[in-house]
Nanobody, 124 residues
Framework: QVQLMESGGGSVQAGGSLRLSCVAS??????????MAWFRQAPGSERESIAS????????YYNSAVKGRFTISQDSAKNTVFLDMNLLKVEDTAMYYC???????????????WGQGTQVTVSS
C-alpha cells in the first residue's frame, strides 16, 4: 500500500500563488508505474480531478478549469509530487487531495490511495 501526505495549503488572495506537496511512502516505485493525481472538493460540490502525472513519465493531465494556471511536477527521487497554483481565483477554494493508483487511467477514476487533504482558501 501507499501512504500519501499533503502539505502547503493555506489562505491567499485572488491572483496569488501556492505550492502543494504530496509525499508518497510505502510503495516501491521501481516495481511499476504509479499515477499521482490532485483532486479537489469544494463545499456542496463533487470531488474532481484537476491534474495528474505518471511518476517517471512525461504525460500530464489538467482539468480545463486549471490549465495554464496550475502545474503538476514530480521529484521521483523523493517520491514527491507538487502542484504549483498560480493566478488563484476565489472559485479555486476547496479541499485539495493527493491520490495515487498504479493502473490506468491517469487520473484514476477510483484511486486506491488518498491523502488526508489540505485546505486552500482564496479570498477576493
Amino acid at each position: 500500500q501507499v501512504q500519501l501526505m499533503e502539505s502547503g495549503g493555506g489562505s491567499v488572495q485572488a491572483g496569488g500563488s501556492l505550492r502543494l506537496s504530496c509525499v508518497a511512502s510505502g510503495h516501491t516505485y521501481t516495481s511499476g508505474r504509479v499515477c499521482m493525481a490532485w483532486f479537489r472538493q469544494a463545499p456542496g460540490s463533487e470531488r474532481e480531478s484537476i491534474a495528474s502525472v505518471w511518476i517517471g513519465g512525461s504525460g500530464k493531465y489538467y482539468n480545463s478549469a486549471v490549465k495554464g494556471r496550475f502545474t503538476i511536477s514530480q521529484d521521483s527521487a523523493k517520491n514527491t509530487v507538487f502542484l504549483d497554483m498560480n493566478l488563484l481565483k476565489v472559485e479555486d477554494t476547496a479541499m485539495y487531495y493527493c491520490a495515487a493508483d498504479w493502473e490506468s487511467p491517469c487520473p484514476p477514476t477510483h484511486p486506491r490511495a488518498w491523502g488526508q487533504g489540505t485546505q486552500v482558501t482564496v479570498s477576493s
